[in-house]
């Protein structure tokens, strides 16, 4: 079988270190794929990328997948040079230790591991406690806290080293597919939609939100500055296909079965319709998702934008989400694009999607 080409925008992203706060790398990629085919683009206080195509157009469409990542934060060295820190993002303590890592400094990545008491010297009670952060440290080597504060400063943040790979077909492994393919995703639809040269009615802002692993910060403020009538947000959700989940608990959809559209409370039932019918258009397999509160995704904060706005989402099925190994179908991720092409495409001047 022929192997499966990831693209060149995609692969960048999920190489881009960028926990939360220290986007910049994914910026960069950003910025170089998507700013070229926009109209207008712009940067702010936050971190967000905001990409705009066909400005006088009406609705204005904005949307959403945040580019930043879980990472962890150097809070103190000791006096033999091993190195302490506090997570960003939900981190499971369980897989963190053991796990090689990269150091983002003033002066160039630095390579070191998570490390914590190993289990041979353990009593049987302390080998069924998961370790608090404070008892699992970095080592980069060093021998002193002075040379290990010649090679990184309190404040630099670390990624897990685990980069993307492609383990069968379309099916492919990384740190951190959340989220950079709903960055991804938002920046390929509005370069499509550049290359098609056919007349929008709608304004298309592509953003690539910062910070939401702390809080959909960046989405807070891109909501206020873009106000959009019409929103989606782009972010990955469970693939709960896997063994020891309780579909009763937590739904059913499955890793290559298309995109998940979700319904709820967080959810405008106009655009959950719309976003059904270009699916439908285009036959492609897609899920649904039932979520009675407000999402764990931009979602949340950009419905109650301003005077509130038409929001809807769409994720990328995923297991082992917030694991240094995460897995996605990169299919699922070019469905997703394909689904969005089709929606703003869609899009009547004064459709609103009030209700």
């Known amino acids: 079988m022929p192997s499966y080409q ?20 994914a910026q960069a990629v950003f910025d170089r794929h998507v700013k070229p085919a926009a109209d207008t683009y712009a940067q702010d206080a936050l971190g967000n990328r905001l990409a705009t195509l066909n400005p006088p157009g009406d609705p204005v469409l904005m949307l959403a997948g945040h580019m930043d990542e879980l990472g962890l934060i150097i809070t103190y060295v000791n006096k033999d040079g091993f190195i302490y820190f506090d997570t960003i993002g939900g981190h499971d303590r369980t897989v963190i230790s053991g796990r090689r890592v990269i150091i983002q400094t003033a002066n160039g990545p630095v390579k070191g591991v998570t490390g914590k008491r190993a289990i041979h010297l353990m009593d049987e009670a302390d080998r069924k406690k998961v370790p608090e952060i404070h008892e699992i440290w970095m080592d980069i080597g060093a021998r002193s806290k002075k040379e290990a504060l010649e090679r990184v400063a309190i404040g630099d943040v670390a990624t897990y080293d685990h980069e993307l790979e492609l383990i069968h077909g379309s099916i492919g492994t990384a740190r951190a597919f959340d989220n950079k393919v709903g960055a991804y995703i938002v920046g390929e639809t509005l370069i499509r939609l550049a290359r098609e040269k056919k007349k929008l009615a709608a304004r298309v802002v592509s953003v690539a939100t910062a910070q939401e692993e702390i809080g959909v910060r960046g989405a807070t403020t891109s909501a206020y500055a873009v106000n959009p009538h019409i929103a989606v947000a782009v972010d990955v959700g469970h693939a709960t296909d896997h063994p020891d989940c309780d579909n009763r608990k937590y739904g059913e959809t499955k890793l290559s079965g298309g995109p998940i559209i979700c319904r709820g409370a967080n959810i405008n039932p106009k655009v959950f319709d719309r976003l059904l019918k270009a699916a439908k258009k285009l036959k492609i397999p897609y899920q649904l998702e039932a979520d009675p509160r407000p999402t764990g995704t931009d979602a949340r904060a950009i419905q109650m934008g301003r005077g509130g706005v038409a929001t809807g989402l769409i994720s990328v099925p995923l297991r082992y989400m917030h694991t240094p190994s995460e897995v996605v179908d ?3 991720v070019e469905r997703c694009v394909q689904l969005l092409v089709e929606f703003a495409k869609g899009l009547e001047p004064g459709d609103y999607a009030h209700w």
């Open 6 to 25: 990831v693209p060149a925008f995609l692969a960048e992203l999920l190489h881009a270190r960028s926990p939360s706060g220290y986007e910049g790398e």
């Open 330 to 332: 990169l299919e699922d």
